[in-house]
């Protein structure tokens, strides 16, 4: 593939991504759900992630994954949100290197701003996941935006993009982390010391439970960043 077609897809799809966020800004209800008609969140689901059949090399890993196979690198980059294409994936957080620490994790993306790959093995080496829209921090409220999604590779690859039906997308304090939730579930959720997990169906995402037990242990966690 041409550098110049790959480019001009590219410079096309963000385009049409901005312009969908203007619109969907500016038809935001007094709640604070997006207005969205069903083509609307179509293409949303479209231009918001790696979508399109480009052919270019898997990013290069800055640090040790105990985790990512080539394969699962090569999946994870088709949702990749356009502002994360064709950078490096650098480790930012990782159980082995930093601890079993919520606290610690926090720590280690304090100024960051980037997408971050969340990569979770459990101890039945179950592979799953998030994607999350910024960096993860302290917050009282939901932040996030519709970029960030669930995803697993066990017994095979599904990724769950975000539904619109909440804005629930990220939530975290010093004891627990909570991504995607609805009527009391979480589709993920880690505990403070980062050992025992939750995963349910939620209507943030739509999602399937990302483990085959609704409860886990946490054998490693990696965190990802684009930059």
């Known amino acids: 593939m041409v550098k110049g077609s790959f480019l001009e897809r590219y410079t096309e799809r963000r385009r049409s991504l901005f312009a969908w966020r203007r619109r969907s800004s500016s038809s935001s209800s007094s709640s604070g759900v997006l207005s969205m008609s069903t083509d609307d969140y179509r293409k949303a689901s479209l231009f918001a992630t790696g979508s399109f059949d480009l052919d270019f090399p898997i990013p290069d890993l800055i640090g040790t994954t105990e985790i990512l196979t080539e394969e699962h690198r090569e999946k994870l980059c088709g949702h990749l949100p356009a502002r994360a294409e064709g950078y490096s994936w650098s480790l930012i957080f990782s159980t082995s290197q930093h601890g079993f620490s919520l606290n610690s994790l926090y720590r280690k993306m304090q100024k960051l701003e980037s997408p971050i790959l969340i990569v979770i093995q459990d101890t039945d ?61 979480f589709g993920l959720w880690l505990d403070g010391d980062l050992n025992q997990g939750r995963s349910q169906s939620c209507s943030t995402y739509g999602n399937e439970p990302l483990a085959p037990q609704e409860d886990f242990v946490i054998k490693t966690l990696e965190c990802w960043a684009f930059v």
């Open 125 to 185: 080496n179950n592979v799953f996941g998030a994607l999350t829209s910024c960096s993860l921090h302290v917050s009282d409220h939901f932040y996030g935006t519709g970029e960030s999604l669930l995803y697993k590779f066990n017994p095979s690859f599904k990724v769950f993009h975000w539904t619109g039906e909440n804005l629930y997308f990220i939530k975290g304090n010093m004891e627990s982390l909570s991504i995607g939730a609805g009527d009391g579930r």
